[in-house]
Protein backbone atom coordinates (compact mmCIF):
# COMPACT_ATOMS: atom_id res chain seq x y z
CA UNK A 1 0.00 0.00 0.00
CA UNK A 2 1.65 3.53 -0.84
CA UNK A 3 1.36 5.88 1.75
CA UNK A 4 1.20 9.95 2.20
CA UNK A 5 -3.18 23.69 5.12
CA UNK A 6 -4.79 25.35 3.52
CA UNK A 7 -3.79 28.57 1.74
CA UNK A 8 -4.43 31.93 3.39
CA UNK A 9 -2.87 34.65 1.52
CA UNK A 10 -4.07 37.73 2.68
CA UNK A 11 -2.54 39.22 6.20
CA UNK A 12 -5.94 40.12 7.57
CA UNK A 13 -7.65 36.85 6.55
CA UNK A 14 -4.93 35.20 8.64
CA UNK A 15 -5.01 37.17 11.62
CA UNK A 16 -9.35 36.29 11.26
CA UNK A 17 -8.52 32.94 10.93
CA UNK A 18 -6.49 33.25 14.30
CA UNK A 19 -9.18 34.46 15.91
CA UNK A 20 -12.26 32.77 15.01
CA UNK A 21 -11.47 29.36 10.87
CA UNK A 22 -17.60 -4.19 -10.94
CA UNK A 23 -19.93 -3.36 -8.65
CA UNK A 24 -20.24 -4.03 -4.83
CA UNK A 25 -22.23 -4.90 -2.15
CA UNK A 26 -23.74 -1.84 -0.01
CA UNK A 27 -25.35 -2.60 3.34
CA UNK A 28 -28.89 -1.18 4.07
CA UNK A 29 -27.35 1.99 6.42
CA UNK A 30 -25.76 4.07 3.73
CA UNK A 31 -27.05 2.30 0.81
CA UNK A 32 -28.96 3.41 -1.83
CA UNK A 33 -32.64 3.56 -3.14
CA UNK A 34 -33.73 2.90 -6.82
CA UNK A 35 -36.27 4.31 -8.37
CA UNK A 36 -36.52 5.36 -11.84
CA UNK A 37 -34.45 8.81 -11.33
CA UNK A 38 -32.13 7.78 -9.15
CA UNK A 39 -28.89 5.70 -9.76
CA UNK A 40 -28.22 2.21 -7.43
CA UNK A 41 -25.21 2.25 -5.58
CA UNK A 42 -25.36 -1.16 -5.46
CA UNK A 43 -24.83 -1.81 -9.19
CA UNK A 44 -23.26 1.12 -10.53
CA UNK A 45 -25.32 1.46 -13.33
CA UNK A 46 -28.09 4.30 -14.73
CA UNK A 47 -31.58 3.11 -15.24
CA UNK A 48 -33.16 4.71 -17.80
CA UNK A 49 -33.97 8.31 -17.91
CA UNK A 50 -34.46 10.65 -20.36
CA UNK A 51 -31.92 12.33 -22.18
CA UNK A 52 -29.84 14.70 -20.18
CA UNK A 53 -31.35 14.02 -17.11
CA UNK A 54 -28.50 14.32 -13.64
CA UNK A 55 -27.83 11.27 -12.40
CA UNK A 56 -28.17 11.22 -8.50
CA UNK A 57 -27.25 8.79 -5.43
CA UNK A 58 -28.95 8.59 -2.68
CA UNK A 59 -28.34 7.43 0.93
CA UNK A 60 -30.48 6.20 3.29
CA UNK A 61 -28.83 7.53 6.28
CA UNK A 62 -30.19 11.22 5.54
CA UNK A 63 -32.16 10.19 2.14
CA UNK A 64 -30.51 12.86 0.49
CA UNK A 65 -30.28 12.53 -3.49
CA UNK A 66 -27.22 14.02 -4.47
CA UNK A 67 -26.29 14.83 -7.88
CA UNK A 68 -23.07 12.84 -9.20
CA UNK A 69 -21.59 16.31 -10.14
CA UNK A 70 -21.01 18.48 -7.20
CA UNK A 71 -19.70 21.94 -7.34
CA UNK A 72 -16.38 22.91 -5.69
CA UNK A 73 -16.22 26.20 -4.66
CA UNK A 74 -12.49 26.64 -4.58
CA UNK A 75 -11.93 28.57 -7.56
CA UNK A 76 -14.49 30.72 -7.86
CA UNK A 77 -13.93 33.26 -11.03
CA UNK A 78 -12.82 36.86 -10.04
CA UNK A 79 -12.35 40.10 -11.83
CA UNK A 80 -9.72 43.10 -11.18
CA UNK A 81 -10.85 45.00 -8.09
CA UNK A 82 -12.33 48.23 -8.70
CA UNK A 83 -10.44 49.61 -5.68
CA UNK A 84 -6.91 48.37 -7.13
CA UNK A 85 -6.87 47.00 -10.75
CA UNK A 86 -3.98 44.60 -9.67
CA UNK A 87 -5.67 43.01 -7.49
CA UNK A 88 -8.69 40.35 -7.79
CA UNK A 89 -11.50 39.81 -6.24
CA UNK A 90 -14.07 36.94 -6.79
CA UNK A 91 -16.83 38.17 -9.22
CA UNK A 92 -20.36 37.66 -7.80
CA UNK A 93 -21.95 38.42 -10.95
CA UNK A 94 -19.81 35.51 -12.65
CA UNK A 95 -20.49 33.04 -9.83
CA UNK A 96 -24.18 33.41 -9.37
CA UNK A 97 -24.74 32.42 -13.50
CA UNK A 98 -22.57 29.75 -12.51
CA UNK A 99 -24.75 28.26 -9.79
CA UNK A 100 -27.94 29.46 -11.47
CA UNK A 101 -27.08 27.22 -14.43
CA UNK A 102 -25.91 24.13 -12.22
CA UNK A 103 -28.98 24.38 -10.56
CA UNK A 104 -31.15 24.41 -13.49
CA UNK A 105 -29.51 21.37 -14.44
CA UNK A 106 -29.72 19.44 -11.39
CA UNK A 107 -26.21 19.87 -9.11
CA UNK A 108 -27.07 20.45 -5.67
CA UNK A 109 -24.19 19.78 -3.90
CA UNK A 110 -22.01 22.61 -3.30
CA UNK A 111 -18.43 21.92 -1.15
CA UNK A 112 -16.77 25.32 -0.24
CA UNK A 113 -14.66 26.00 3.16
CA UNK A 114 -13.78 28.82 5.68
CA UNK A 115 -10.23 29.20 3.63
CA UNK A 116 -10.93 28.69 0.11
CA UNK A 117 -10.61 31.80 -2.17
CA UNK A 118 -8.49 33.79 0.27
CA UNK A 119 -11.32 33.35 2.79
CA UNK A 120 -13.79 34.15 0.40
CA UNK A 121 -15.76 31.69 -0.43
CA UNK A 122 -18.09 30.60 2.27
CA UNK A 123 -19.74 34.25 1.99
CA UNK A 124 -20.17 34.28 -2.12
CA UNK A 125 -21.74 31.14 -2.30
CA UNK A 126 -23.50 31.87 0.76
CA UNK A 127 -24.73 34.86 -1.77
CA UNK A 128 -25.80 32.90 -4.85
CA UNK A 129 -26.91 29.93 -3.07
CA UNK A 130 -29.59 32.25 -0.48
CA UNK A 131 -31.04 32.93 -3.81
CA UNK A 132 -32.98 29.29 -4.04
CA UNK A 133 -35.06 27.47 -1.22
CA UNK A 134 -32.93 26.37 1.07
CA UNK A 135 -34.19 22.30 0.81
CA UNK A 136 -33.30 23.03 -3.18
CA UNK A 137 -29.12 22.65 -2.53
CA UNK A 138 -26.79 20.95 0.17
CA UNK A 139 -23.95 22.48 1.76
CA UNK A 140 -20.65 21.29 2.12
CA UNK A 141 -17.84 22.97 4.43
CA UNK A 142 -15.07 22.19 6.69
CA UNK A 143 -13.68 22.35 10.06
CA UNK A 144 -10.51 24.06 8.48
CA UNK A 145 -8.54 24.96 11.61
CA UNK A 146 -5.30 24.52 10.93
CA UNK A 147 -3.27 27.53 12.21
CA UNK A 148 -2.50 26.58 16.20
CA UNK A 149 -4.70 30.02 16.82
CA UNK A 150 -7.78 28.19 16.15
CA UNK A 151 -7.64 24.92 18.18
CA UNK A 152 -8.77 26.10 21.70
CA UNK A 153 -11.88 24.85 21.81
CA UNK A 154 -13.72 28.54 21.36
CA UNK A 155 -12.32 29.51 18.35
CA UNK A 156 -12.55 26.07 16.43
CA UNK A 157 -16.16 26.65 17.20
CA UNK A 158 -16.37 30.45 16.56
CA UNK A 159 -15.37 29.08 12.70
CA UNK A 160 -18.08 26.69 12.63
CA UNK A 161 -20.76 28.96 13.44
CA UNK A 162 -18.82 31.58 11.73
CA UNK A 163 -19.82 29.34 8.41
CA UNK A 164 -23.26 29.39 9.01
CA UNK A 165 -23.31 33.05 9.35
CA UNK A 166 -21.47 33.76 5.88
CA UNK A 167 -23.30 30.45 4.02
CA UNK A 168 -26.71 32.19 5.62
CA UNK A 169 -27.74 29.06 7.12
CA UNK A 170 -28.68 27.58 10.53
CA UNK A 171 -27.78 23.95 9.60
CA UNK A 172 -24.96 22.33 7.83
CA UNK A 173 -25.81 19.46 5.43
CA UNK A 174 -22.46 18.28 5.07
CA UNK A 175 -19.36 19.08 7.88
CA UNK A 176 -15.91 17.86 7.21
CA UNK A 177 -12.97 17.79 9.63
CA UNK A 178 -10.61 18.74 6.96
CA UNK A 179 -7.92 17.21 5.41
CA UNK A 180 -6.99 15.11 8.53
CA UNK A 181 -3.60 13.24 7.95
CA UNK A 182 -1.71 16.73 7.58
CA UNK A 183 1.38 16.67 10.07
CA UNK A 184 -0.33 12.80 11.60
CA UNK A 185 -2.12 12.23 14.67
CA UNK A 186 -0.25 15.01 16.44
CA UNK A 187 -1.48 17.56 14.73
CA UNK A 188 -5.31 15.69 14.71
CA UNK A 189 -5.82 15.53 18.14
CA UNK A 190 -4.70 18.74 18.64
CA UNK A 191 -7.42 20.15 16.07
CA UNK A 192 -9.99 17.83 16.82
CA UNK A 193 -9.84 16.08 20.32
CA UNK A 194 -7.76 17.78 22.94
CA UNK A 195 -10.08 20.32 22.83
CA UNK A 196 -12.81 18.28 22.61
CA UNK A 197 -14.22 19.97 19.48
CA UNK A 198 -15.44 16.73 17.84
CA UNK A 199 -17.34 15.97 20.71
CA UNK A 200 -18.96 19.26 20.30
CA UNK A 201 -19.48 18.47 16.83
CA UNK A 202 -20.86 14.85 17.47
CA UNK A 203 -23.37 16.97 19.71
CA UNK A 204 -24.22 19.23 16.50
CA UNK A 205 -24.92 16.33 14.20
CA UNK A 206 -27.10 14.54 17.09
CA UNK A 207 -28.76 18.19 17.36
CA UNK A 208 -29.79 18.50 13.70
CA UNK A 209 -27.45 21.75 12.61
CA UNK A 210 -24.73 19.12 11.14
CA UNK A 211 -26.83 16.77 8.96
CA UNK A 212 -23.87 14.55 7.98
CA UNK A 213 -20.67 14.38 9.65
CA UNK A 214 -17.22 13.00 8.02
CA UNK A 215 -13.54 14.01 7.37
CA UNK A 216 -11.19 14.51 4.22
CA UNK A 217 -8.16 12.83 3.93
CA UNK A 218 -4.85 13.95 2.66
CA UNK A 219 -1.54 12.78 4.40
CA UNK A 220 -0.40 10.33 6.84
CA UNK A 221 -2.69 6.96 6.24
CA UNK A 222 -2.39 6.89 10.60
CA UNK A 223 -4.79 8.96 11.03
CA UNK A 224 -6.97 7.97 8.08
CA UNK A 225 -7.35 4.06 9.70
CA UNK A 226 -7.78 5.58 13.41
CA UNK A 227 -10.58 7.25 12.55
CA UNK A 228 -12.32 4.36 10.07
CA UNK A 229 -11.42 1.92 13.17
CA UNK A 230 -13.07 3.94 15.28
CA UNK A 231 -16.34 3.96 12.75
CA UNK A 232 -18.65 2.46 15.26
CA UNK A 233 -17.88 5.47 18.12
CA UNK A 234 -17.99 8.25 15.66
CA UNK A 235 -20.64 6.96 12.81
CA UNK A 236 -18.78 8.88 9.87
CA UNK A 237 -21.60 9.43 7.14
CA UNK A 238 -19.38 10.00 4.32
CA UNK A 239 -15.69 10.20 3.53
CA UNK A 240 -13.92 12.53 1.12
CA UNK A 241 -11.33 11.21 -0.66
CA UNK A 242 -8.42 12.05 -3.59
CA UNK A 243 -9.59 9.42 -6.37
CA UNK A 244 -8.89 9.41 -9.96
CA UNK A 245 -7.38 6.68 -12.60
CA UNK A 246 -3.22 7.93 -11.86
CA UNK A 247 -3.97 7.79 -8.03
CA UNK A 248 -6.18 4.51 -7.81
CA UNK A 249 -2.38 2.63 -7.84
CA UNK A 250 -0.13 5.23 -8.16
CA UNK A 251 -0.19 8.14 -5.37
CA UNK A 252 2.22 10.33 -5.27
CA UNK A 253 4.01 11.11 -2.07
CA UNK A 254 2.21 10.99 1.68
CA UNK A 255 -0.82 10.60 -0.57
CA UNK A 256 -2.51 6.82 -0.12
CA UNK A 257 -3.44 4.93 -3.11
CA UNK A 258 -7.22 5.57 -3.88
CA UNK A 259 -7.85 1.49 -4.49
CA UNK A 260 -7.07 1.35 -0.51
CA UNK A 261 -9.15 4.23 0.63
CA UNK A 262 -12.12 3.22 -1.55
CA UNK A 263 -12.05 -0.54 0.04
CA UNK A 264 -12.05 1.15 3.40
CA UNK A 265 -15.14 2.91 3.14
CA UNK A 266 -16.85 0.07 0.79
CA UNK A 267 -16.59 -2.45 3.58
CA UNK A 268 -17.55 -0.03 5.86
CA UNK A 269 -20.42 1.01 3.75
CA UNK A 270 -19.44 4.49 4.02
CA UNK A 271 -20.46 7.01 1.12
CA UNK A 272 -17.34 8.32 -0.47
CA UNK A 273 -16.61 12.00 -1.60
CA UNK A 274 -13.89 12.54 -4.49
CA UNK A 275 -12.09 15.28 -4.88
CA UNK A 276 -9.26 16.02 -7.36
CA UNK A 277 -10.63 13.78 -9.96
CA UNK A 278 -8.94 15.64 -13.01
CA UNK A 279 -5.49 15.74 -10.16
CA UNK A 280 -5.42 19.27 -10.29
CA UNK A 281 -6.45 19.42 -14.15
CA UNK A 282 -3.63 17.35 -15.13
CA UNK A 283 -5.36 14.47 -16.06
CA UNK A 284 -7.50 17.43 -18.63
CA UNK A 285 -4.12 18.28 -20.35
CA UNK A 286 -2.32 15.24 -21.76
CA UNK A 287 0.60 14.67 -23.29
CA UNK A 288 -0.31 14.67 -27.10
CA UNK A 289 0.64 11.22 -27.17
CA UNK A 290 -1.54 9.75 -24.38
CA UNK A 291 -4.22 12.27 -25.49
CA UNK A 292 -4.63 10.94 -29.20
CA UNK A 293 -5.56 7.34 -27.48
CA UNK A 294 -8.23 8.99 -26.20
CA UNK A 295 -9.46 10.48 -29.01
CA UNK A 296 -9.34 7.68 -31.16
CA UNK A 297 -11.70 6.02 -29.11
CA UNK A 298 -14.33 8.59 -28.34
CA UNK A 299 -13.15 11.17 -30.50
CA UNK A 300 -16.17 13.89 -29.42
CA UNK A 301 -15.35 13.29 -25.59
CA UNK A 302 -12.92 15.56 -23.82
CA UNK A 303 -9.82 14.10 -21.99
CA UNK A 304 -12.41 15.42 -18.74
CA UNK A 305 -14.82 13.48 -19.36
CA UNK A 306 -13.30 9.90 -18.92
CA UNK A 307 -11.78 11.17 -15.84
CA UNK A 308 -15.71 12.08 -14.49
CA UNK A 309 -16.85 9.07 -15.69
CA UNK A 310 -13.82 7.14 -14.67
CA UNK A 311 -14.73 8.26 -10.66
CA UNK A 312 -18.28 8.32 -11.16
CA UNK A 313 -17.62 4.33 -12.09
CA UNK A 314 -17.61 3.51 -8.72
CA UNK A 315 -20.87 2.50 -7.44
CA UNK A 316 -19.87 3.30 -3.55
CA UNK A 317 -19.26 7.32 -4.56
CA UNK A 318 -21.42 9.88 -4.13
CA UNK A 319 -20.37 12.61 -5.46
CA UNK A 320 -17.70 14.07 -7.38
CA UNK A 321 -16.52 17.14 -7.18
CA UNK A 322 -15.20 19.78 -9.81
CA UNK A 323 -13.64 23.28 -9.33
CA UNK A 324 -15.95 24.89 -12.41
CA UNK A 325 -14.24 28.10 -13.14
CA UNK A 326 -15.51 28.57 -16.05
CA UNK A 327 -19.26 27.88 -17.91
CA UNK A 328 -17.24 25.62 -20.17
CA UNK A 329 -16.06 23.18 -17.84
CA UNK A 330 -19.73 23.00 -16.28
CA UNK A 331 -21.03 22.31 -19.58
CA UNK A 332 -18.75 19.43 -20.13
CA UNK A 333 -19.20 18.16 -16.85
CA UNK A 334 -23.11 18.10 -16.86
CA UNK A 335 -22.80 16.23 -20.27
CA UNK A 336 -20.57 13.67 -18.66
CA UNK A 337 -23.12 13.09 -15.89
CA UNK A 338 -26.74 13.39 -17.60
CA UNK A 339 -26.83 11.09 -17.72
CA UNK A 340 -23.60 8.68 -16.27
CA UNK A 341 -21.90 6.03 -18.96
CA UNK A 342 -20.01 3.93 -16.28
CA UNK A 343 -16.50 2.60 -17.60
CA UNK A 344 -16.89 -0.58 -19.06
CA UNK A 345 -14.38 -3.27 -17.93
CA UNK A 346 -12.07 -2.58 -21.38
CA UNK A 347 -12.06 1.29 -20.40
CA UNK A 348 -10.87 1.01 -17.08
CA UNK A 349 -7.58 -1.61 -18.25
CA UNK A 350 -7.18 0.91 -20.72
CA UNK A 351 -7.24 3.84 -18.49
CA UNK A 352 -4.77 1.76 -15.96
CA UNK A 353 -2.71 1.47 -18.75
CA UNK A 354 -2.75 5.42 -19.38
CA UNK A 355 -1.84 6.03 -15.82
CA UNK A 356 0.92 3.92 -16.34
CA UNK A 357 2.34 6.22 -19.06
CA UNK A 358 1.43 9.34 -17.22
CA UNK A 359 3.75 8.92 -14.49
CA UNK A 360 6.50 8.09 -16.56
CA UNK A 361 6.33 11.44 -17.54
CA UNK A 362 8.96 14.62 -16.25
CA UNK A 363 5.68 16.33 -15.08
CA UNK A 364 5.28 17.99 -11.61
CA UNK A 365 2.52 16.17 -9.57
CA UNK A 366 1.12 19.69 -8.66
CA UNK A 367 -2.29 19.82 -8.04
CA UNK A 368 -2.74 23.30 -8.13
CA UNK A 369 -4.45 23.36 -4.81
CA UNK A 370 -2.36 26.46 -3.49
CA UNK A 371 -1.99 24.77 0.08
CA UNK A 372 1.62 26.09 -0.37
CA UNK A 373 0.54 29.57 -0.89
CA UNK A 374 1.71 31.77 -0.06
CA UNK A 375 5.26 31.75 -0.68
CA UNK A 376 7.17 34.19 1.65
CA UNK A 377 9.35 35.02 -1.10
CA UNK A 378 6.11 35.91 -3.49
CA UNK A 379 6.58 33.32 -5.89
CA UNK A 380 3.89 31.99 -7.55
CA UNK A 381 4.26 28.25 -7.17
CA UNK A 382 1.26 26.69 -8.59
CA UNK A 383 2.03 29.11 -11.61
CA UNK A 384 5.33 27.86 -12.41
CA UNK A 385 4.63 24.25 -12.13
CA UNK A 386 1.57 24.90 -14.63
CA UNK A 387 3.72 26.45 -17.25
CA UNK A 388 6.35 23.66 -17.25
CA UNK A 389 3.87 21.16 -17.10
CA UNK A 390 2.03 22.39 -19.84
CA UNK A 391 5.47 22.38 -21.52
CA UNK A 392 6.21 19.40 -20.69
CA UNK A 393 2.68 18.07 -22.25
CA UNK A 394 2.89 19.68 -25.30
CA UNK A 395 6.55 18.02 -25.54
CA UNK A 396 7.50 21.93 -26.67
CA UNK A 397 11.19 21.14 -26.05
CA UNK A 398 13.55 18.04 -25.12
CA UNK A 399 16.67 15.98 -26.14
CA UNK A 400 14.64 14.99 -29.32
CA UNK A 401 13.53 18.32 -30.23
CA UNK A 402 15.02 18.62 -33.70
CA UNK A 403 17.71 21.56 -34.28
CA UNK A 404 15.82 23.19 -36.79
CA UNK A 405 12.40 23.45 -34.62
CA UNK A 406 14.40 24.31 -31.41
CA UNK A 407 14.64 28.28 -31.29
CA UNK A 408 10.65 28.69 -32.66
CA UNK A 409 10.03 25.78 -29.35
CA UNK A 410 12.54 27.96 -26.71
CA UNK A 411 11.26 30.76 -27.47
CA UNK A 412 7.88 29.67 -27.08
CA UNK A 413 8.48 28.56 -23.64
CA UNK A 414 10.36 31.82 -22.56
CA UNK A 415 7.82 34.39 -23.55
CA UNK A 416 4.73 31.67 -22.32
CA UNK A 417 7.04 31.72 -19.07
CA UNK A 418 6.85 35.41 -18.32
CA UNK A 419 3.52 35.91 -19.66
CA UNK A 420 2.09 33.40 -17.35
CA UNK A 421 4.05 34.03 -14.33
CA UNK A 422 5.44 37.76 -13.80
CA UNK A 423 9.16 37.37 -13.21
CA UNK A 424 9.69 38.47 -9.84
CA UNK A 425 7.34 35.36 -8.91
CA UNK A 426 9.17 32.68 -11.09
CA UNK A 427 11.26 29.90 -9.96
CA UNK A 428 15.03 31.72 -9.96
CA UNK A 429 13.66 33.31 -6.60
CA UNK A 430 13.29 30.12 -4.98
CA UNK A 431 15.64 30.12 -1.88
CA UNK A 432 15.07 26.72 -0.49
CA UNK A 433 13.38 27.33 3.06
CA UNK A 434 11.31 24.63 2.02
CA UNK A 435 8.67 26.45 4.31
CA UNK A 436 5.80 25.45 1.30
CA UNK A 437 6.33 21.65 1.73
CA UNK A 438 5.05 20.57 4.73
CA UNK A 439 1.52 21.98 3.25
CA UNK A 440 1.65 19.55 0.24
CA UNK A 441 -0.91 17.28 0.13
CA UNK A 442 1.43 15.35 -3.51
CA UNK A 443 4.83 15.97 -0.65
CA UNK A 444 6.15 17.46 -3.77
CA UNK A 445 10.00 18.20 -3.02
CA UNK A 446 8.98 22.11 -4.26
CA UNK A 447 12.53 23.65 -3.56
CA UNK A 448 14.01 20.48 -5.53
CA UNK A 449 11.68 21.53 -8.82
CA UNK A 450 11.72 25.41 -8.35
CA UNK A 451 15.64 24.64 -8.62
CA UNK A 452 15.62 22.62 -11.24
CA UNK A 453 13.07 24.32 -13.86
CA UNK A 454 14.89 27.90 -12.98
CA UNK A 455 18.26 25.85 -14.43
CA UNK A 456 15.99 24.71 -17.11
CA UNK A 457 15.03 28.32 -17.83
CA UNK A 458 18.66 28.75 -17.75
CA UNK A 459 19.43 26.15 -20.41
CA UNK A 460 17.15 27.64 -22.70
CA UNK A 461 18.28 31.36 -22.24
CA UNK A 462 21.77 30.03 -23.43
CA UNK A 463 20.33 27.99 -26.26
CA UNK A 464 21.00 24.64 -24.96
CA UNK A 465 18.96 22.11 -25.57
CA UNK A 466 16.77 20.86 -22.24
CA UNK A 467 17.64 17.18 -20.93
CA UNK A 468 14.81 15.52 -18.57
CA UNK A 469 16.70 12.97 -17.56
CA UNK A 470 19.91 15.51 -16.77
Given amino acids: MKKSIDPISRRSFIKKVGAGGAAVAVASLTGCKVDNKTESITT ?32 WPTKPSPDDPTEQIIDQDAVNELVDYAMKHGVNYYDTSPVYCKGESERVTGIALSRYPRDSYFIATKASNFNSATWPREESIAMYRNSMKYLQTDYIDYYLLHSIGQNGMEAFNNRYINNGF ?118 RVLTVLSGMTYMEHLVDNLATYSPLEPCTAEELDFLEDVAKGFIASDAVPCTACQYCMPCPFGIDIPAVFGHYNKMVNDGTIDKTTRAEAFNDARRKFLVGYDRSVPRLRQANHCIGCHTCEEHCPQSIKIAKRMHKIDSYVEKLKRGEVYDAEA
Avoid at 49 to 60: A, C, D, H, S
Fill in 198 to 315: LDFLLAEREAGRIRNLGFSYHGDIEVFDYLLANHDKYKWDFVQIQLNYVDWNHASGRNTNASYLYDELDRRNIPAVIMEPLLGGRLADMPDYLATRFKERRPEDSLASWAFRYAGTHP
Fill in 44 to 75: GTSSKKEPGEMTYRETLTTGDKVSILGYGCMR
